[in-house]
Every structure is written in structure tokens, then in C-alpha cells.
């Protein structure tokens, strides 16, 4: 008896024919760039998919080209990654430029988001005077207990879940989400997995923001963009939250097993610290470096405290949270509420200032040089520092 | 080359289908053969770093093997038992030597004070698989139940063929042997074996791998800090996650198989409908299970030599179950305890559980669940952990979250429904009564692409039977 016909295999075989040929011949140029930052050796109709986390549809792909730029695909904690690979993503080659995210449509898309009117300065290291921030803000911290965190929030990825599970602090906000990194921080719903951020923090008030992320996007990007980024969220958040005291957490070493063989390694931890600790202004935005707690005597998270060399055990939370007890501040005055903060438009400002706030928001690290920053072909940096100046 | 791998799914699969069904019929072995070795290196390179290598060492094995099933053939019985017996050493000597003997030395290491980390080699990927299948084959014909092969394409085919090279199933050469001499794979061939393949990969992408992440959470927490609820949560879904993992790769091997009209053997029998140990075991990993039946229990003397022998072949039988899966201590116990509990079925409880429907049900699921965590976790200290949170009767219980539960369970919860959905026998039945319809076939579609874009989005983890 002859069994029945089924399609199956011809219609997967027809849909992977179209799907990659839209990719490889990629007729809106939407695909180049996905293409490009695949794993070498991944067929090009990967991109078809990663693309999809942007919302962008094969059958949306006309109407809308190039709508969003990709987020730098991060690498889940459960991957090994050899050290060759590594070094082909984290070295000094930005690994995810691409044709999607060009200057123009980058520049479009930052006028859509929030547009910082506070002053935040990432600086390169080779232009500071030797003093770092970091020791700046040290001074005036003082003790306190458990109820300053009643109007505290933390933000951050499965590191702030642990905290928000195990660190006992019952009174404080949590939003988190397990693999968050920088570049998608303000864009995913982490809120209930309903709200934005910048939509929570629209009509919550907090007092105190603890920031805790980098572990997930290590492979991605180059200390500098991560940095850029890094300022460029803190600007956003003392936007949202002018009054509140921003910490920046460091990013938590790794094991020394896990970072000698995987990509998360503890050399680009510290180069990454260091630039992050240089988005501290001592008044309002404050570098902690977290490190202290958990290393064992080699800068290395200490075996006995992790199950996955990343991540401490659920016990060891606490001694996070008692670290955190002791820098607490004097609260500043309330601001001047910000006048118009959508007053930043490009046009108001000269050429420098426009570039720098494009590139304060947009998403992708990528981004040719803008005014202002500006990074060599051997990823040393060119220029001085990069300002996400406003105009409040 | 594991089978979700996108390459292996977009490149692999395609290019060898067509080609296949393209050569003419003589010219399929040498393909097959030739072709599984490149897609083998590959892999291998690809996962180790050292493709040459174990290339070299699997060529090495069939070429000898094909030679002793030479040697023995016109040979009386004696002459053939003392060739089997050579290359039985050699074979489980190679075996020893790639998986167990720098596991060995270390753990002597303080005893003897050496240092043998120069013998800490890769080990060569699915050499546990495919040197049981050449000795499967070998003691067949010193039986004189197979006539030896003579042409060594075709023995290198039933070895290397790909879909079955790097983790099982175990295949016997008596039941390929018709496939290899003649096969014409029909358009009915590649359709139903896709389906297949479209099924496991699902099982392996959209199950196996999300309910990975429950234990890697399990991992982070520390098990000595996981409530007991969550613990026993973890238990089961692990037991889930190992399932759908290997079984998914089994029904992809046997769905790639059928579109080479090769007849791949089935692995997994719905092992979690099982009354007993022991008929968990004649429906999960069948195939291994079949080849210690038939080359161990059985020569020992089975079950027909008196009770005290059959506990004693029972007890080999597990012990060496164990010992293939890993050198590491909790194989080993895995296996002994899988014995007692099959040693006091035989003994006590079958005849216990009588007539009784649903208690032998539960035992089985209740005692099984908790053997996955020993045949997981090989650190002792983690395993003791982990069953002090099983049974929380004794330890102190810092630090625990006894929310974790509720947080972990409602977000798994829709996966586990699915997962014992799919262990109960009636998606199977309505998959064989409706599988060239439009009600099996537009969902394969959707499931299809849905692992395509978690393997291409996410970061796809390596098939759990690939260590062994």
C-alpha cells in the first residue's frame, strides 16, 4: 500500500532555498551585516534569524530596511568559547560593524529615544592625570543599614537575580533579567516583563540606582564601545532620575579555570573596570569596585564560593550586600528639575555636541567614528573622552 | 558532526541526500563510507581540535576488525575463538587506553606519585560506540551466526555511516546487511525520514535544551542551597532533559538513516511508561542494553543457571553499564545501584507488585528520577549535597530561598507539561496514524524553523551522549 504524500521535506527544502538566497543576495542590504557578525563558518540563513531579534521579518524586510542596527549577539554563560575565538571577538577589530549600522540611520533613531540633558564623561585613560575616579569617590561614603535600600534600585543581569534572591534585602527594587548586558538594558522589558526601564522609571522615583552589567556582552564589542555605552545608559538613567545617587557595580571577576579557557576572562574584566570606573563623577555617579568581596588572592573569583566559576552560591550573597552597606552617601539636594529635556535637539547644538548625543543613544557599539570620540584602526583611541553633553 | 549543528543541517544533510540518491547504486557504500569519515573529521576537529587524529584511530579500528572477520572466516571453531579473543583484546584495550587509563593513573596518583598528564589524550569522539559495534560484529561471527564481510567498503560503511557513528544506536551487521548490498532510497524514504529527523531535532533544540538551563540555574544557586521541592523539580527535569536529548538524537539518526533506506534501530521504547527497573532498561538506550544481553548476561549464563548466577551476571552486566558511560566514581555507583534495584525486583518485588497497576508505576519513576542525579553530578561531595537536599533530614539549611520553587516552576511549568505529554503514548499514536497529514506535517514545519531560529539565536549545547 502506498503511503501518503507528505511535504515536509519539500517545503523545508524550498523555504531554506528562498531564505538563503535572501540572505545572499540580500536585495534591501539588511543581511550583510547580520551575516557578517555569525560565527565563521555559520550559514549565512542564521542571519535570517538573528535578524528576527530585531523584529525584522523576511516579510518586513522591504517596508522597513535597516530600521534597527543589531544588537551585539551575546554569548549565553553556559558556552565555552575557546581562547583563539576569544581573541577574534574581543581583541582590537570591532567585530560588529557592519552595514546596518551606519552613522545616518543611527543618528535618525536618536532622536526617537531619550536624549540625555545631564553631563557624562567617559574618559580614555591615557588623558588622565593619575588620579582616579575611583579614589575620588571613595571619600565621603558613610555606613548605613538595611533601610537605605527602601528606595533603592538595582538593575542588572543574573548576578542582580542572585542578589535579588539570596542577598536578603526585601526592601529594595529589582530589575533584572538573566543574560541583559548594556546594549539592551533600556530596551528590554525587564519591569514584570512588561515595562522598559525608561518606561518604569518615568513614574517610579528612586533615590539610589545600583547598576551590575558586562558580564554577558564581554565577548562583544571592545572596552571602549562597552564604556560608551556604559555612559551613555548612566546619562539616560540620571535623565530619567536626576535626584538619585547612581552606583556602578564592577563586573564580578570569573574563576581562574573559567577565565583561562572561556571568553569570560579576568584581564578583559579589569580593562573594562577600569574604563567604567571612569564614568564616575564623585557627585551624583560613584564606581564601586565590587571585586573586593568575592577574589581570592590571584584577582580571580574565588572557587569555593561558585558553582559555575561565574556566579556565587546562593550563601555568599550577603556578604555583596554588606560590602554595599558601607557606602552609603549624604543625599544631595533635589536638582533643578531639567528644563526641557527634549531641548537637545541636533540642530541647537554644534557639530561636536550633536555627534556625541547620536552616539549616546544609539544602540549599536559599531558606529564609525563619531565627533568627539573616535577610535584608530588598531582600536587605540584617538581622541579624548567622549561626552554625552546636554543642554538642560 | 553533531546533527544540530546548522552546517551539518543546511550543508551536510542536503549535499549527502542528493549525492546519495544520485550515484549509481554500487558507488553508494564507497560515499557512504568515505563521505561519513570527512563529515566525522570534521566534527571532530570542530569539538576536540584533533579531527586527523581521531579519523585516524576509527580507519585504524575498522581495518582490523574487517581483518579479523577475514581471518576467521573458513577458520574451525577454536582458531575463531582465539581470533576473537585477539581482538577483543585489542579492541577494549584501544577503548581502555582512549577513555580509562589516564582516569586510572590520576586517581592513583597518590599512591604511585607520578605525574601521567602526558597521557591525558582526547579522547577519540563515539569510540565507545562504535568499537561495541565491531565486536558485536566479530563475536557474531566466531558464533558462526554471520557470515564475515568480504568487501571492506561496505564494512567501512556500517561502521562509519554517519548517522550512527559518533553516539549509537549500537546496529548489528546482520541487520543492515540486506540495506548495504542493495538499497534504493525512494521519495516515501526521505519524506518519512525527514519527519523523523524534524521531530528529534525539536526534542533535542526546543526540549532538551531549555530545560538545561533549570539545571544550570541549580548549579549557580549551589545544590546545597536549592529548597527540596526545587531539588526534586530539578531531578525530574533533568530526567526530562536527558531524555529528549538522546532520544532526540536517536529518532534524528534513525529518521537520516531511513532517507539513506539504511534501517537505523530504534533506541527508546516510551522507557517512563515502565513498571520496573529492568523494564526501563529494555526500552531506554536499547541498543546498548540489547549488546549486554546478548555478549555478557547471556554467555554468563543468564537466568537459567539458578538464582545465586543470575545476580552474579546481573551484577556484571551494571557494574561494566556504569563503567562505559565514564571513568568517574558516580558511573560506577549509578550502575551498582541500578543492580540492587533490579536484583530486588528479581528477588522480592515483582512478585510484590503482583497484579498491582499504578504503585509499580510510581516506584519506577521515583527511583529512577533520583539514579539521573547520581548518573549526573560526578563530584561526590556535590552528589552527597544534592540528596541532602532530596532528604532534608539531616544538614544544617542555610541560606535557602524556599520561594525558589514557586519562582522556578512558574517558568518551567509549561515545559514540563509538555515533557511528560510527549513520555505518555499518545502523541506517538496520533504521529503513526496521521503522519503524512497536513495535521502532522504544518506543525513538523513550524517546529522545524522554530529550532532553527533557537539554534541560530541562541547558543545551541552539545548532545549529552556525545562524552561517551
Not at chain 2, 596518583?109 to 579522547?123: A, E
Not at chain 2, 539531616?394 to 513520555?423: E, P, Q
Given at each position: ?7 515536509l ?22 543581511y ?30 522591504p ?16 558556552d565555552?568559547?575557546t581562547?583563539?575565538?576569544m ?12 552595514g ?47 533601610s ?15 542578589f ?30 512588561k ?6 522609571l ?20 571592545t572596552t ?34 573559567k ?12 580593562a ?65 528639575p ?44 584617538e ?10 | ?33 568515505l ?28 581495518v ?21 579473543a ?13 577513555k ?52 571492506f567498503?561496505?564494512f ?54 531549555q530545560?538545561s538551563?533549570?539545571w ?22 533533568y ?34 511508561l ?19 544481553r ?74 529512577i ?31 535557602i ?8 516552576f512558574?517558568?518551567?511549568?509549561w ?26 506535517w ?27
Amino acid at each position: 500500500m502506498k503511503r501518503p504524500f507528505s511535504p515536509l521535506v519539500w517545503l523545508c527544502a524550498a523555504s531554506a532555498i528562498a531564505l538563503g538566497v535572501l540572505t545572499v543576495y540580500d536585495p534591501a542590504g539588511v543581511y550583510a551585516g547580520y551575516a557578517a557578525s555569525l560565527e565563521a563558518g555559520t550559514p549565512p540563513i542564521a542571519a535570517v534569524f538573528t535578524a528576527v531579534q530585531d523584529g525584522v521579518y523576511p516579510w518586513s524586510v522591504p517596508a522597513a530596511p535597516a530600521e534597527t542596527p543589531p544588537d551585539p549577539p551575546y554569548r549565553l554563560l553556559t558556552d565555552i568559547v575557546t581562547t583563539e575565538e576569544m581573541y577574534s571577538s574581543v581583541g582590537n577589530k570591532e567585530p560588529f560593524s557592519d552595514g546596518a549600522a551606519e552613522e545616518g540611520s543611527a543618528a535618525d533613531g536618536a532622536a526617537a529615544e531619550v536624549t540625555p540633558s545631564v553631563e557624562i564623561v567617559y574618559s580614555a585613560p591615557e588623558q588622565e592625570e593619575g588620579d582616579a575616579p575611583v579614589e575620588d569617590a571613595s571619600e565621603g561614603f558613610i555606613p548605613v543599614d538595611e533601610s537605605w535600600f527602601d528606595d533603592a534600585l538595582f538593575i542588572g543581569d543574573s548576578h542582580i537575580e542572585g542578589f535579588a534572591d539570596y542577598a536578603g534585602l526585601r526592601n529594595a527594587t529589582f530589575y533584572y533579567k538573566r543574560g541583559l548586558d548594556i546594549w539592551s538594558v533600556m530596551k528590554k522589558a525587564v519591569v514584570n516583563g512588561k515595562q522598559t526601564i525608561p518606561q518604569a522609571l518615568s513614574t517610579r522615583r528612586f533615590a539610589k540606582i545600583y547598576i551590575m552589567l558586562g558580564i554577558n556582552e564581554i565577548g562583544c564589542g571592545t572596552t571602549e564601545s562597552y564604556a560608551e555605552q556604559y555612559a551613555s545608559v548612566v546619562a539616560q538613567l540620571r535623565e530619567l532620575q536626576p535626584d538619585a545617587l547612581i552606583y556602578i557595580q564592577s563586573i564580578f571577576h570569573t574563576s581562574q579555570k573559567k577565565s583561562d579557557t572561556t571568553v569570560y576572562n579576568n584581564d578583559t574584566i579589569n580593562a573594562r573596570n577600569e574604563a567604567i570606573s571612569r564614568i564616575a563623577d564623585g557627585e551624583y555617579v560613584f564606581y564601586l569596585d565590587c571585586n573586593a568581596v568575592f577574589d581570592d588572592e590571584n584577582g580571580a573569583l574565588t572557587p569555593a564560593y561558585s558553582g559555575d566559576g561565574v556566579h556565587v552560591k546562593a550563601p555568599y550573597y550577603t556578604m555583596w550586600r554588606d560590602y554595599l552597606f558601607q557606602f552609603g552617601r549624604v543625599l544631595p539636594e533635589p536638582a533643578e528639575p531639567p528644563e526641557q529635556a527634549e531641548a537637545g535637539a541636533p540642530a541647537a547644538q554644534s557639530p561636536a555636541a550633536s555627534g556625541a548625543a547620536a552616539s549616546a543613544t544609539e544602540s549599536a557599539p559599531a558606529i564609525e567614528p563619531v565627533s568627539g570620540f573616535s577610535v584608530s584602526a588598531d582600536g587605540g583611541m584617538e581622541k579624548n573622552g567622549f561626552a554625552v553633553e546636554k543642554t538642560a | 558532526m553533531s546533527f544540530s549543528d546548522l552546517r551539518f543541517i543546511f550543508y551536510v544533510l542536503p549535499a549527502f541526500v542528493l549525492l546519495h540518491a544520485l550515484v549509481p547504486s554500487k558507488a553508494r557504500n564507497a560515499l557512504l563510507f568515505l563521505g561519513s569519515l570527512a563529515v566525522y573529521a570534521w566534527g571532530a576537529e570542530l569539538e576536540t581540535g584533533a579531527g586527523l587524529e581521531a579519523t585516524g584511530i576509527l580507519l585504524g579500528a575498522t581495518v582490523v576488525n574487517y581483518l579479523f572477520g577475514r581471518w576467521m572466516a573458513n577458520e574451525d571453531r577454536v582458531m575463531r575463538r582465539a581470533f576473537l579473543a585477539l581482538a577483543l583484546f585489542l579492541d577494549f584495550g584501544t577503548l581502555f587506553f582512549f577513555k580509562y587509563l589516564f582516569a586510572l593513573l590520576d586517581a592513583l596518583k597518590p599512591l604511585t606519585g607520578h605525574d601521567y598528564s602526558f597521557l591525558h589524550i582526547v579522547m577519540p569522539l563515539g569510540i565507545s560506540f562504535y568499537i561495541f559495534q565491531m565486536t558485536a560484529y566479530l563475536i557474531d561471527v566466531c558464533r558462526g551466526t554471520l557470515e564475515p564481510e568480504t568487501s571492506f567498503v561496505d564494512f567501512g560503511a556500517f561502521v562509519a555511516a554517519f548517522p550512527q557513528l559518533t553516539m549509537g544506536p549500537i546496529l548489528r551487521y546482520g541487520d543492515l546487511r540486506a540495506a548495504l548490498k542493495e538499497r534504493r532510497p525512494g521519495r516515501e524514504d526521505v519524506e518519512q525520514g525527514f519527519q523523523l529527523f524534524a521531530i528529534g531535532l525539536a526534542f533535542k533544540v526546543l526540549l532538551a535544551d531549555q530545560f538545561s538551563y533549570l539545571w544550570v540555574v541549580l548549579e549557580r544557586i549551589g545544590f546545597d542551597y536549592i529548597s527540596t521541592p526545587l531539588a526534586w523539580l530539578g531531578a525530574v527535569g533533568y530526567s526530562l532533559q536527558l531524555y529528549f536529548d538522546f532520544h532526540g538524537y536517536s529518532l534524528m539518526a534513525t529518521g537520516l538513516g531511513r532517507m539513506l533506506a539504511l534501517p537505523v534501530a530504534r533506541n527508546f521504547d516510551e522507557p517512563y511508561l515502565s513498571r520496573s527497573v529492568s523494564g526501563f532498561y529494555r526500552r531506554w538506550h536499547m541498543t546498548l542494553g540489547a549488546w549486554f544481553r546478548d555478549y555478557l548476561y547471556i554467555p554468563l549464563g543468564g537466568s537459567r543457571h539458578g538464582t545465586a548466577r543470575t545476580i552474579l551476571s546481573l551484577a556484571a552486566v551494571w557494574l561494566l553499564t556504569g563503567l562505559w558511560h565514564g571513568p568517574t566514581l558516580n558511573y560506577l555507583i549509578w550502575g551498582g545501584v541500578l543492580f540492587a534495584f533490579i536484583a530486588l525486583e528479581r528477588l522480592f518485588l515483582r512478585r510484590a507488585f503482583g497484579k498491582l497497576r499504578v504503585l509499580p508505576h510510581l516506584y519506577l519513576l521515583f527511583v529512577i528520577v533520583q539514579t539521573w542525579v547520581v548518573f549526573h553530578i560526578d563530584n561526590l561531595a556535590d552528589l552527597a549535597a544534592y540528596f541532602r537536599r532530596l532528604y532534608p533530614f539531616f544538614g544544617n539549611a542555610a541560606a535557602i530561598n524556599y520561594g525558589d520553587f514557586t519562582k522556578y516552576f512558574s517558568s518551567y511549568w509549561w515545559l514540563f507539561a509538555i515533557g511528560i505529554l510527549l513520555c505518555l503514548p499518545w502523541p506517538r499514536r496520533f504521529y503513526e496514524r496521521f503522519r503524512g497529514n497536513a495535521l502532522v506535517w504544518i506543525p513538523l514545519f513550524a517546529l522545524f524553523w522554530l529550532s532553527v531560529h533557537f539554534l541560530a539565536t541562541g547558543s545551541g549545547n552539545a548532545f549529552l551522549y556525545s562524552r561517551f
